[in-house]
């Protein structure tokens, strides 16, 4: 972060945000690059100073820049978080951030894999080795209910979060929400096989469900890497481990067309986010049609 006369108050706020708010590390991550962003852009100006229409210029700086849309309004939106934590921590008056909008992000769809891929992905045998037991099952938990990797790489072993009798695994998602969510017939039968082999890669008392190489807790750059290298081998390119939560939600829709229960299982606060799922399945109906439709066809 640049040296700035209001740093310290910048990092009094993003402490809150660990301690309080109890935000995951990635997103303190994201708000912690926003608010360098603004002090660097502020230069010698102080947090107290800038009104709405530096605002816009730092941001139509920062499109200029080639921000996306996404980003500025992700941007935008941890300056208003700052405002609002500096209004009734430090004082603050206002909120110069209050009214500013971002330029119109075109959201494109998730890429998912589809049905074939993905039955093509987990046909693999582990063959006994206890790293791929281990790749397996974490492949599968997250395919077969739709976990971030976060979610996946904090789970424990022995704290009656993952019940393989009922089928069943409990997490704690973004804004501290929690949720159960099912396990599929796959995955646990792919959860047992890694927790026999556990022993061989753990090192005594760990309490991580998913180990790496030295016996401790698995990052989630290993995960990545680990899935993007599985993934090749079967012959798929550039798969990483939120495009299986996006084939599940996919996948999930396409048979159910349960808009609210795809929701819940995501653990998404709005249903309009699951939506972007509805899409995708139109896609997919819609390259049927213009494949089968004797009026689509071209000539």
Not at 149 to 168: C, I, K, N, P
Not at 176 to 201: I, Q, Y
Request: with cysteine.
């Amino acid at each position: 972060m640049p040296a700035h006369p209001d740093r310290p108050l910048v990092a009094d706020w993003l402490e809150s945000l660990r301690v309080q708010r109890r935000l995951s590390p990635a997103t303190i991550s994201n708000y912690h690059r926003a608010a360098a962003a603004l002090l660097a852009l502020s230069g010698d100006m102080r947090l107290g100073e800038i009104d709405p229409a530096q605002i816009r210029r730092f941001v139509a700086g920062l499109h200029a820049r080639g921000l996306s849309g996404r980003t500025l309004a992700l941007t935008l939106s941890a300056w208003r978080s700052l405002y609002r934590w500096l209004s009734r921590q430090r004082g603050f008056r206002s909120n110069p951030v209050q009214a500013v909008r971002a330029p119109k992000a075109v959201r494109g769809l998730p890429k998912v894999l589809s049905v074939e891929q993905a039955q093509r992905l987990f046909d693999v045998d582990a063959d006994g080795d206890c790293a791929r037991l281990r790749d397996a099952a974490m492949f599968e938990l997250l395919y077969s209910s739709g976990l971030r990797l976060a979610e996946l790489v904090s789970l424990d072993l022995g704290d009656g979060r993952l019940d393989l009798a009922t089928g069943e695994v409990t997490v704690t998602g973004k804004g501290s929400k929690t949720r159960t969510v099912p396990v599929g017939t796959r995955a646990r039968d792919a959860l047992r096989r890694w927790l026999e082999a556990r022993a061989g890669l753990a090192s005594p008392g760990e309490a991580a469900l998913f180990v790496g190489a030295r016996g401790a807790r698995i990052a989630p750059g290993t995960v990545r890497a680990r899935l993007r290298a599985w993934a090749l081998r079967q012959g798929i390119d550039a798969v990483h481990p939120h495009m299986l939560r996006h084939s599940f939600a996919s996948h999930l829709l396409q048979s159910s067309q349960d808009l609210r229960a795809v929701q819940e299982m995501l653990g998404h606060a709005s249903v309009s986010t699951t939506q972007v799922y509805t899409h995708l399945d139109y896609q997919a109906l819609a390259k049927v049609y213009d494949a089968a439709h004797p009026r689509a066809r071209k000539k």
